[in-house]
């Protein structure tokens, strides 16, 4: 995609020359005779490089330049003609990516202006590279779900929020009922199967608040912010039920179908992270002892 220019400078004839110097080079060109006028085409436009003179009418460009860099996503190339009136310290402190003086040569302009645009490009590969290394580091490789370190993680969060604004929060375990005699049956490549298609039958049923998570081999737990227990039953009711109808058979094995056991409980102010958790699990325990595809739900504070 073509690069955006944005050229602001009072006088007429060098930002037309710059204008047109810049759309000749290839680039995409905008200009803007003052400060105010330059942040009315950011509103509008993605621009990736500012070319700014300091002095402006009204706000001047390293005012512009440290706008730009609080609020917007721009790199700046600032210019002047008075050297000894303000330096590349200076300019460079407020946000600009590099600084020229005037007269400015077109060519040298334009080697600085490719430079600048390739460090943005590499700067924002960079930036995509560390938030899909950080998406691999919560996630679970096989289901995509989020991975238990994760679970962990937003739960201490989820509960810390609880607390503080006394909001509901509420906590289902489940677990592939039999899935161990499948495994033996068919194998682990089968069986990985089997998660892949739960994972996906799980985000199906949840609410755009909720988050599921692959807790062990074939446990799965979600978190259900602002929910309290009744609600959490509904959602848990509306899994297994989604789980069980589904059809997971492949072509390989057939009519396979799945069931799965869920212990639904909710969190009590100032509790323990284990103590919140072992009670899901005791509910999902309890659901496996009255015959599995079940739901189980313990809303009191007390394991027994």
């Known amino acids: 995609m073509t690069a955006h220019i944005l050229i602001v400078d009072d006088d007429l004839s060098i930002r037309d020359a710059m204008h047109e110097f810049i759309e000749m080079s290839g680039y995409v060109s905008t200009v803007a005779s003052s400060a105010e006028e330059a942040l009315d085409v950011l509103t509008t436009n993605s621009v990736e490089v500012v070319i700014t003179d300091i002095m402006l009418p009204g706000m001047d460009g390293l005012a512009l330049t440290d706008h730009i860099k609080r609020k917007g996503d721009s790199d700046v190339i600032v210019m002047t003609g008075y050297s000894t009136?303000?330096?590349?310290?200076?300019?460079?402190?407020?946000?600009?990516?590099?600084?020229?003086?005037?007269?400015?040569?077109?060519?040298?302009?334009?080697?600085?202006?490719?430079?600048?645009?390739?460090?943005?490009?590499?700067?924002?590969?960079r930036i995509r590279m560390l938030d899909e290394l950080k998406k691999l580091s919560i996630t679970d490789g096989l289901t995509q779900l989020y991975n238990s370190r994760h679970f962990y993680s937003q739960l201490k969060g989820e509960i810390e929020r609880c607390n503080r604004y006394e909001h509901k929060l509420s906590l289902l375990l489940l677990d592939i009922d039999n899935f161990k005699e499948y495994n033996d049956s068919y194998g682990h490549l089968e069986g990985d199967k089997i998660l892949v298609r739960l994972g996906r039958v799980i985000r199906s049923c949840l609410r755009k608040m909720d988050t599921a998570y692959r807790y062990g081999g074939e446990e799965f737990t979600i978190i259900l912010p602002d929910t309290d227990g009744d609600e959490a039953r509904t959602v848990a009711e509306r899994l297994r039920t989604a789980v069980s109808s589904e059809d997971f058979t492949d072509g390989s094995r057939p009519d396979v179908r799945i069931t799965i056991s869920i212990g639904v409980t909710q969190y009590f102010q100032e509790e323990k992270i284990a103590s919140f958790v072992q009670r899901a699990d005791q509910a999902m325990y309890r659901s496996k002892q009255a015959g599995r595809n079940k739901v189980s739900c313990i809303f009191d504070n007390s394991i027994s």
């Open 85 to 125: 009136d303000y330096s590349y310290e200076e300019a460079i402190s407020k946000g600009a990516s590099d600084f020229v003086f005037k007269p400015v040569r077109f060519e040298e302009l334009l080697l600085r202006l490719k430079r600048v645009l390739k460090e943005r490009s590499l700067n924002h590969e």
